[in-house]
């Protein structure tokens, strides 16, 4: 009787050597015989082979089944069993590894291979913006604040009160000249926030009450009424509310040494070369006033992801790590240092090996940016003129910037739930308005849709006191909670109709049902308006009005509700959960849970015909709509706009402008018509293949003089030229596997070629990359014959397509031939090598 | 002289080919009779009849993974080398067979 083990393999590294070769070992001492099938990729390994299980590609969560067939069965499950119950393998140090840095709120770093072998020193910590910088360390000594301020016996209160008047007026009038020369859109917004703290009444009050109450001097109760709202903001649960305490602090400060007369601008120091500034906590002031020409990267010891100086760092393109304690104390002045954002990686003292890793990074973020760069602040348009506004999701101000300078056309989607969160009352209509009218404004002319509250049994909010539901999804949230919170929701409500009059304001409600909420929420919207106009506020009488299509029932609904609306955007994630009435996050169901079953198809394109014929504006804002394997369906369906994460957005305009409208309308007329998910993936992955091209090798993956002095320098620049044609989806990713594979035996094949390869589930197109190199490099240590043809084969899996296999089988056995080789080896062009590849096809 | 042979590697879309290739070309150059079955990615191609292995003197197994079918081949004289030997070395091969 055969014997099954079924779990899902845990390691968060996927199935390597060292776990390969334990099962190996257990399996060898019995006589059964042992598979292993990977049941996500079908394939069945000997466990009696460490070569056959790594070649199985097990990955961190794949469903497993060992199947045991033999006389000792019993003794071997039982064995075996063992091994899996024993969280695997004795790995378990790479998953506490992975868990602490997890706890501690590090991101579990996994170093590229050539870092790797270096084995340097490094420190890592949360990177925000695009690049890898190298530059003489700057240690930042912050102003030398004193850490107390004694009350004093008796005081002149008029003095003092003076005394903080004038040193406002005066931070007052160096914020305001520095807002008006300043040419970079964000320094000025947040220049703006400043001064809005020094006009606020509280944070003046409070000053003043420190004076008058307490005796404290101008500079003490300045201090005192930082440590104040310090002490407030410092338990908020919002990591974003505690990133405002800089604002205050870095206000206050600068108040405090006016007054004291200590030098302001300490940091105002010319860096005489490329320079990576190492700070404790970099206020926006102190970041506003250094010298930016020299400037490459900052190093923070203070954890902050939505800072404000975060903010301006990536506004003027200068990557950053935070987070990384103590590191103002670890680094001394003048050494250098490299830091790489997109890793939140710095590395001190960085070796030759090391910088040239990063001149292959940085050569190929230069490709990627020059494919995309043209695009970001174009129009989203495909390649026959069809438009298709590309927007992004928010959910803050200050997200708002970046997906503008991410080439956002639009905000399709701004979820307000983090005004309303973190905090023990609601926010007024001010705060609101202040949020709302600031978005608008800085949007302009350009669209901005503000969603209102959604919230719900899900979302606990102490204040909205929402009874427990056995099912909250199911329950109230979204516009269902409206009535019950009736004086809330009429605050948003006025905040953002006053806003409309600062820009292109439309306003959206989330998770409607039926034309009756709609209806009832119009009514609210009149009132409104009328109250609004008898108090004399303005606002935009004709604001656009849109509902979210979450429920299928609004979808039923769609002709009557257009009566009483001018948009609609679908939310994809919730549509698919309620419509297949499969909870998304429950891993039983996601086999239902697919946007790819044609009924799911089907009804999106109802909606966008529906939406269309009454004259509607229809949009999808879903996680989806982000997806570029999916982007051919949206321009089918005809769609007017997708929102999404704004960093994805360069790339979906320069995929857009390779489809054709009219071809994506034909593609979506066949596949409606298709009768499961996986026929339509397969003709999906066939067009989108067909978009980029099915060639396994284009000229721009021919390099007949490259610089790789080693092995590794190879692959990493073959996988990289890989990456910027879009074939992969990512370096590091391919490059470990082809390593991998390379760990097991060595692909140097003699006659000086070598032909790393590997199967990857992370290999969107079959690939062949050829390189020679200028001088021969030594592949397997000193002693091995030298390599100077380089040919890497990176083939999908699963499914790696017949005819691209043929192809590398015909190539591979070509190269045993001496004449072949001669020819490769005489090439001048990427067209002669072409032309030689092409005898394979 | 009639020998067969079976290629395999780990990932199966190169060195089963590159060895079958070289195994092939060696062959001929000895003029010997030669079929070599490859099981790589694609699956098992010019696969050994029973007649084929009937009539063979030996089997080469140029592998890197286990053989698949290996019972057909019981009886039969076994050179087991690794996939990269045949690719670099294919002459030693054949010498051990016929020397």
Redesign the interface.
């Known amino acids: 009787m055969t014997r099954h083990i079924h779990f899902q393999f845990p390691l968060i590294d996927g199935l390597h050597l060292r776990p390969a070769m334990q099962i190996q070992e257990t399996a060898e001492r019995f006589t059964s015989s042992i598979t292993w099938e990977n049941q996500r990729t079908s394939r069945v390994a000997?466990c009696?082979?460490s070569?056959?299980l790594?070649?199985s590609e097990i990955l961190r969560d794949d469903p497993c089944q060992i199947t045991i067939d033999g006389e000792d069965e019993a003794q071997a499950e039982e064995a075996l069993r063992r091994l899996v119950q024993l969280k695997f393998f004795g790995c378990e140090k790479e998953q506490a590894d992975a868990i602490v840095a997890q706890m501690s709120g590090l991101q579990s770093i996994r170093l590229p291979q050539i870092i790797k072998k270096e084995n340097p020193l490094y420190f890592s910590g949360v990177g925000s913006g695009h690049g890898a910088v190298y530059g003489n360390a700057f240690i930042f000594e912050p102003y030398e604040m004193r850490l107390s301020y004694d009350k004093r016996e008796s005081i002149d209160t008029e003095e003092q009160r003076r005394a903080v008047r004038n040193a406002i007026d005066v931070v007052a009038h160096e914020l305001s000249s520095a807002a008006s020369i300043s040419r970079n859109p964000t320094e000025r917004d947040i220049i703006n926030v400043h001064l809005a703290i020094l006009r606020d009444k509280s944070y003046l009050q409070k000053i003043d009450t420190y004076i008058t109450e307490e005796n404290y001097s101008a500079p003490g109760a300045v201090f005192q009424t930082e440590r104040h709202f310090a002490d407030v903001l410092q338990n908020s649960k919002s990591h974003y509310i505690r990133q405002r305490l800089a604002d205050i602090r870095d206000i206050s400060y600068r108040i405090i040494s006016i007054i004291e007369g200590i030098p302001t601008k300490n940091v105002d120091v010319h860096f005489t070369g490329p320079t990576i500034l190492v700070a404790e906590n970099l206020l926006p002031s102190q970041f506003i006033s250094l010298d930016k020409k020299n400037l490459k990267g900052i190093v923070q010891a203070e954890a902050s992801t939505n800072s404000h100086t975060v903010i301006l760092a990536r506004a003027f393109d200068i990557p950053m790590v935070t987070g990384i304690e103590g590191i103002h104390h670890k680094i001394d002045r003048g050494e250098t240092l490299l830091v790489d954002s997109i890793r939140g990686l710095v590395i001190p003292s960085p070796g030759p090996a090391i910088l040239r890793f990063y001149d292959l990074e940085s050569e190929k973020n230069r490709r990627m940016r020059e494919k995309e760069t043209p695009f970001i602040l174009e129009p989203g348009v495909t390649a026959d003129g069809k438009r298709l506004e590309v927007a992004a999701n928010i959910g803050s101000l200050d997200e708002l910037e970046s997906a503008f300078l991410n080439g956002a056309e639009a905000i399709g989607l701004f979820r307000t739930e983090m005004v309303f969160m973190n905090r023990t009352q609601p926010p007024t209509e001010e705060e609101q308005f202040d949020i709302y009218s600031r978005a608008a404004r800085i949007s302009g002319s350009r669209s901005l849709i503000i969603r209102t509250l959604d919230i719900g049994g899900d979302k606990p909010v102490p204040y909205l006191e929402i009874p427990r539901e056995t099912n909250p999804f199911l329950g109230s949230r979204g516009i269902r909670v409206y009535a019950d919170f009736h004086d809330i929701i009429t605050v948003q409500l006025r905040a953002i109709l006053r806003a409309s009059a600062f820009g292109n304001v439309k306003m959206m409600f989330p998770m409607v049902s039926c034309l009756e909420e709609v209806l009832a929420m119009k009514e609210t919207l009149h009132h409104l308006m009328m109250e609004l106009e008898s108090e004399g506020l303005v606002f935009n009488p004709s604001v656009p009005i849109g509902v979210m299509i979450e429920v299928p029932s609004a979808a039923a609904s769609l002709n009557d509700i257009s009566q009483e609306v001018d948009f609609f955007s679908i939310g994809s994630n919730d549509l698919a959960q309620y419509f297949f009435a499969a909870d998304r996050s429950n891993p039983r169901v996601t086999n239902i849970y697919k946007p790819l079953f044609p009924s799911f198809l089907n009804l999106l394109k109802t909606i966008s015909e529906d939406a269309h014929l009454r004259g509607k504006w229809v949009s999808i804002c879903g996680e989806i709509a982000g997806n570029l394997h999916y982007l051919p369906l949206w321009v089918g369906v005809g769609f007017n706009e997708i929102s999404l994460a704004s960093y994805l957005i360069p790339s979906i305009k320069s995929s857009l402008l390779k489809l054709r409208a009219d071809e994506c309308n034909a593609l979506v007329s066949e596949l409606v018509t298709l009768k499961t998910a996986a026929q339509i993936q397969e003709r999906l992955l066939d067009f989108s293949r067909a978009q980029i091209g099915i060639d396994l090798i284009t000229e721009d993956l021919i390099v007949l003089d490259s610089g790789a002095e080693t092995r590794d320098e190879a692959i990493r620049e073959s996988v990289n030229m890989l990456e910027v044609a879009g074939r992969i989806e990512n370096s590091d990713d391919v490059e470990d596997a082809i390593v991998q594979?390379e760990a097991?035996?060595?692909?140097h094949?003699?006659f000086g070629i070598a032909?790393p390869?590997?199967?990857s589930s992370r290999i969107h197109i079959n690939s062949i990359v050829f390189l020679r190199t200028r001088s021969p490099i030594s592949w397997d240590g000193p002693d091995s014959d030298p390599v100077d043809m380089v040919f890497l084969?990176a083939?999908r899996c699963p499914s790696?397509d017949?005819d691209h296999?043929?192809i590398?089988?015909?190539l591979?056995?070509k190269?045993?031939d001496d004449d072949y080789r001669a020819q490769l080896r005489n090439a001048r062009t990427p067209g002669d090598v072409m032309g030689c590849i092409n005898e394979c096809i | 002289m009639k020998i067969v042979a079976v290629t395999a590697c780990?990932?199966?879309?190169?060195?089963?080919?590159?060895a079958?290739?070289?195994l092939e070309?060696e062959a001929k150059r000895l003029g010997i009779e030669i079929k070599v079955e490859?099981q790589?990615?694609?699956g098992i191609e010019n696969a050994l009849s029973s007649k084929d292995i009937a009539q063979a003197e030996a089997v080469i197994f140029a592998v890197?993974?286990?053989v698949q079918k290996k019972e057909r081949f019981n009886g039969l004289k076994v050179i087991e080398v690794?996939?990269?030997e045949a690719?670099?070395n294919p002459g030693t091969i054949f010498e051990t067979i016929t020397g």
């Open positions: 000997d009696k082979s070569l056959s790594i070649s594979r097991i035996h060595s692909t094949i003699g032909i390869h590997c199967q084969l083939v790696p017949n296999l043929k590398l089988s015909r591979s056995r190269l045993m | 780990p990932t199966g879309i190169a060195h089963t080919y590159m079958a290739e070289r070309k490859t790589g990615a694609m890197g993974i286990p690794p996939v990269q690719i670099k």
